[in-house]
């Protein structure tokens, strides 16, 4: 029976030598990514706020791209409503199916057989084009540049 002298290493290994250092390498790798990933106290969650739709009161709805606002219509009217905001706004005394420029600055339309645009925040229409009475819905391209019906 051979047993090893005193003091010489019990695992001489290439795996028992790598083996510390693997771990020293994995907890390092842990702590960074932890450290990464910790909130700052600068850090504020979003506020959560619910709210709700009843239908028919509101029809089409339409989240813009930067998340803020929904536009939607209502007994005829074109409405929006910013999530930080308790009450809507009306946008314009009639239209249907809005939808959102690329930068969550216009609203585009349908009314009167005919799309129009008007700011987010309120003010006057544009015609954009004609549409017909039978619309189903638009949507603005993301280059701005380009429409489709």
């Known amino acids: 029976m051979h047993l090893p002298a005193r003091g010489a290493s019990q695992d001489a290994s290439p795996w028992g030598q790598r083996l510390p250092w693997a771990l020293v390498a994995s907890l390092t790798v842990t702590l960074l990514a932890l450290a990464w990933l910790w909130p700052t106290s600068d850090t504020v969650p979003a506020p959560v ?5 009843t239908f028919p009161d509101v029809v089409h709805a339409s989240l813009s791209p930067n998340g803020r606002h929904i536009a939607y219509e209502s007994s005829g009217q074109l409405w929006i409503r910013d999530l930080d905001q308790d009450e809507p706004q009306m946008l314009h005394d009639q239209g249907e199916r809005p939808f ?3 930068d969550s600055r216009l609203v585009g339309f349908h009314a009167e057989g005919q799309l129009w645009k008007i700011p987010g925040h309120g003010g006057s ?11 189903s819905g638009a949507a603005w391209s993301p280059d701005d540049r380009t429409r489709r019906l």
Not at 49 to 53: E, H, T
Request: aromatic share 26%.
């Open 49 to 53: 706020r619910r709210f709700s739709f």
């Open 100 to 102: 959102w420029s690329p």
């Open 125 to 135: 229409v544009d015609l954009l084009c004609e549409a017909g009475r039978f619309f």
